[in-house]
């Protein structure tokens, strides 16, 4: 019967959890949100690594693809988010991970999330963002980039 269900909606059943990393990009040093959503995906079946404070874009990017994700979650507060995600962005397709879904959160200005998207961030959530909703969004919207299947 599950295999019918994700036939009928398009998906087919992965065998191996979602691998999602959780970065805070820049000199944030506030993480109590990234924390919530990392202990909330994980509670959802997803494999979550988290960085930690003070990344780099070439060490979030260089984590992204040593353990090979499916999703990587930005977290900013400081408002650097517009010199930091470019340049994250531009990491992670130099690391050959154009794949990867990439969603942010934190304090961003809903007039700069267009710009984000074009960057290629698939969505922003803002603080308040049920986390059911960001668990769904994560689960519709990651490739399925396992190997040999």
Same mark, same amino acid.
């Given at each position: 019967?599950?295999?019918?269900?994700?036939?009928?909606?398009?998906?087919?059943?992965?065998? *191996?959890?979602?691998?999602?990393?959780?970065? !805070?990009?820049?000199? +944030?040093?506030?993480? *109590?949100? @990234? !924390?919530?959503?990392?202990?909330?995906?994980?509670?959802?079946?997803?494999?979550?690594?988290?960085?930690?404070?003070?990344?780099?874009?070439?060490?979030?990017? *260089?984590?992204?693809?040593? /353990? +090979?994700?499916?999703?990587?979650?930005? %977290?900013?507060?400081?408002?650097a988010h517009n010199q930091l995600f470019p340049q994250i962005m531009q990491e992670l397709r130099r690391a050959g991970l154009d794949d990867v879904l990439v969603v942010a959160?934190?304090?961003?200005? !809903? /007039? +700069?999330?267009?710009?984000?998207? @074009?960057?290629?961030?698939?969505?922003?959530?803002?603080?308040?963002?049920?986390?059911?909703?960001?668990?769904?969004?994560?689960?519709?919207?990651?490739?399925?980039?396992?190997?040999? %299947?």
């Amino acid at each position: 019967m599950v295999e019918q269900a994700a036939v009928a909606t398009g998906r087919r059943q992965r065998s *191996r959890p979602l691998r999602v990393l959780i970065a !805070k990009p820049g000199l +944030d040093g506030h993480d *109590r949100g @990234a !924390k919530v959503l990392a202990r909330a995906l994980r509670d959802a079946g997803m494999e979550v690594i988290y960085t930690g404070l003070f990344q780099t874009p070439e060490r979030i990017a *260089r984590a992204a693809a040593d /353990e +090979d994700v499916d999703v990587v979650g930005l %977290s900013i507060l400081s408002g650097a988010h517009n010199q930091l995600f470019p340049q994250i962005m531009q990491e992670l397709r130099r690391a050959g991970l154009d794949d990867v879904l990439v969603v942010a959160g934190g304090i961003i200005p !809903k /007039e +700069d999330i267009p710009h984000l998207q @074009a960057l290629g961030i698939a969505a922003v959530f803002g603080p308040g963002t049920p986390l059911h909703e960001i668990v769904a969004f994560i689960r519709e919207h990651a490739p399925d980039r396992e190997r040999g %299947s």
